[in-house]
């Protein structure tokens, strides 16, 4: 592996992000129609879409694997960042969170449980402490924060939070918008609601899934857009909570108890090979 050197001397891989980033924005969020139902590509796929590919040209040699060292490190400094962020956004919402309502609250409490079907998947396709990043929350810019604070930017458990950050960007916007086309079509499901379950933390996501909402009910926008933006708010207010207090410390303990088990099976099958 190369030797990364000093992050601000690698003037070439500010370049090519300051670029790539201009690009996306000049392109913007484009709606895809298929059939009936529709979903929204944000600026931050094209972006991620646009590094990567070029990253993966053989014969360049601008971004190379030192360019990739350092991005890990550039992304646990931002992480610091954001979560100072979060922390001045979380005291100065506070109100607003506190009357939005016991539903829209309750909503992001999910999250700390979402490693009940994660992690025995992610354990059984045979990851092993990468599955605590993976599972633990929705791994959005919070949680890869916060992993990168408890663990450090080389660790197992960040490579598992920003691949899953990584595919929900990618895949997640999409996911979220064509979800909101099949449900907008179920008369008895209120479009506040489904504008609500768009903020789930995620801006890239609420923004893919609040597009598919507004082209249905054009009517509706300015409603819409307030209710998924309040809900957006407090899920970024409370995801960072819920992650600490109780995703991250039950995932933990889930995996040790998840890993002895697999540990005294691999005992088993290597004494029933030496009998």
């Known amino acids: 592996m190369e030797k990364a050197q000093p992050i601000w001397k690698d003037y070439r891989l500010h370049v090519m992000v300051l670029i790539f980033s201009v690009i996306a924005e000049v392109i913007g969020s484009q709606s895809v129609k298929v059939g009936r139902f ?8 094209f972006s991620m879409v646009l590094m990567t590919v070029f990253y993966l040209i053989p014969k360049q040699k601008i971004i190379t694997e030192k360019s990739s060292n ?11 960042l954001l979560i100072a962020k979060l922390g001045v956004s979380s005291g100065a919402a506070i109100e607003e969170v506190m009357q939005a309502g016991i539903a ?8 700390g449980f979402s490693f009940l079907l994660g992690l025995p998947l992610a354990i059984l ?5 990468e599955s605590i990043g993976m599972t633990f929350g929705v791994s959005r810019e919070a949680n890869v924060a916060l992993i990168s604070e408890k663990y450090g930017a080389q660790s197992p458990e960040f ?5 899953n950050y990584i595919v929900g960007t990618i895949f997640g916007v999409v996911a979220v918008s064509f979800l909101m ?3 907008a079509e179920i008369p008895y499901i209120s479009p506040i609601s489904l504008s609500l ?3 789930i933390g995620s801006a890239s996501m609420m923004v893919g899934g609040l597009g598919t ?3 249905r009910f054009p009517d509706m926008a300015t409603e819409l857009e307030a209710y998924a933006a309040m809900s957006n708010l407090v899920s970024s207010v409370i995801n960072i909570y819920t992650a600490i207090f109780i995703g991250l410390p039950l995932t933990e303990r889930a995996y040790r108890w998840f890993d002895k088990l697999r540990t005294k099976k691999e005992e088993g099958a290597k004494s029933y090979e030496a009998n």
């Open 159 to 163: 490579r598992g939070v920003m691949t």
């Open 197 to 199: 379950a768009t903020g």
């Open 213 to 215: 909402l507004i082209e």
């Open 70 to 80: 350092n991005a890990s490190a550039m992304m646990a400094l931002a992480g610091g």
């Open 104 to 111: 829209v609250t309750l909503q992001n409490l999910g999250e």
């Open 38 to 45: 529709s979903f929204t590509l944000a600026p931050l796929i």
């Open 181 to 183: 086309s099949v449900l």
């Open 125 to 129: 396709f045979g990851m092993k402490r």
